[in-house]
């Protein structure tokens, strides 16, 4: 589902390799924490796997196709089978919860009718029937990831890519999004969620896949934060 082999990602302003000959594989229907301090490479893991952002070397695929050799036309097509949310939930803000989720649709050409069947499937699936018509900054911040999880699913995607999903969360709130996003994984979505939250990690025990200045230094199935807690 998604393989990287020996990847490395320099930046021209940066001495030191953002990732350093990485190399992992994720399997389809698989629940995967990606930890490490701040600086340690995560996000640029996540801007790679979208082509947001090319390797300086290696080899990335994901769901077998090579993102070296991709031509520009075909990444929109690698980007709708990828959901993203990210901490600042990123909202339409001038748009009702309905509409920030029909919007995912609209851009990718999806009928109308279709649209109107699965807006509100999606909503009721993530918990916010009946606040379809409340713009962003009426709700509370646990509402509006729930929003950008709507968003990001509402597409039916392969992979669900989460950064900080919960970074601006209490912790209870939290706690529910990650009912959601496991409700989601157990759809066959695979998840890959960039965390701090070692309270979440160590609850859920799944994969933990750890960053360490851009190194891989530790792959762990059902794993905890860190090692020893
Ligand atoms: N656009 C860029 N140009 C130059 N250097 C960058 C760029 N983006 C990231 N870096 C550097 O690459 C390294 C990895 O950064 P990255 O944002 O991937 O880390 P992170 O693990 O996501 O951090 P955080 O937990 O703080 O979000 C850092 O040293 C950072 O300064």
């Known amino acids: 589902m998604i393989e990287l082999q020996h990847v490395t990602k320099i930046y021209p302003t940066s001495p030191r390799p953002a990732l350093d000959d990485v190399s992992m594989q994720i399997d389809k229907g698989e629940f995967v924490f990606l930890i490490g301090s701040s ?4 996000s640029t893991f996540l801007r790679l796997l979208l082509k947001e952002d090319s390797p300086t070397k290696g080899v990335i695929k994901v769901n077998d ?6 031509s520009k036309w075909q990444v929109p097509k690698l980007r709708r089978t990828m959901g993203c949310v990210f901490q600042d939930f990123r909202l339409l803000r001038n748009k009702t919860v309905a509409e920030n989720v029909a919007f995912a649709l609209e851009v990718i050409n ?4 279709t649209i109107k069947r699965v807006v509100p499937e999606v909503l009721e699936m993530v918990g916010l029937d009946g606040k379809e018509n409340r713009l962003p900054g ?3 911040g646990g509402e509006q990831q729930r929003v950008a999880i709507a968003r990001a699913f509402v597409n039916r995607p392969l992979v669900l890519l989460a950064d900080e999903p919960t970074g601006n969360l209490d912790p209870e709130t939290s706690q529910d999004i ?3 996003l496991e409700r989601i994984n157990r759809t066959g979505t695979t998840v890959v969620m960039a965390t701090h939250d070692y309270h979440i990690v160590d609850s859920m025990r799944r994969r933990v896949i750890e960053l360490n200045d851009g190194i891989l230094s530790r792959d762990q199935s059902r794993g905890v934060y860190g090692l020893g807690r």
């Open 65 to 70: 196709k090579n993102l070296n050799t991709m």
């Open 178 to 180: 990650m009912l959601l």
């Open 138 to 140: 009426e709700l509370s």
């Open 39 to 42: 600086g340690s490479g995560k």
């Open 110 to 113: 999806k009928p109308q009718r």
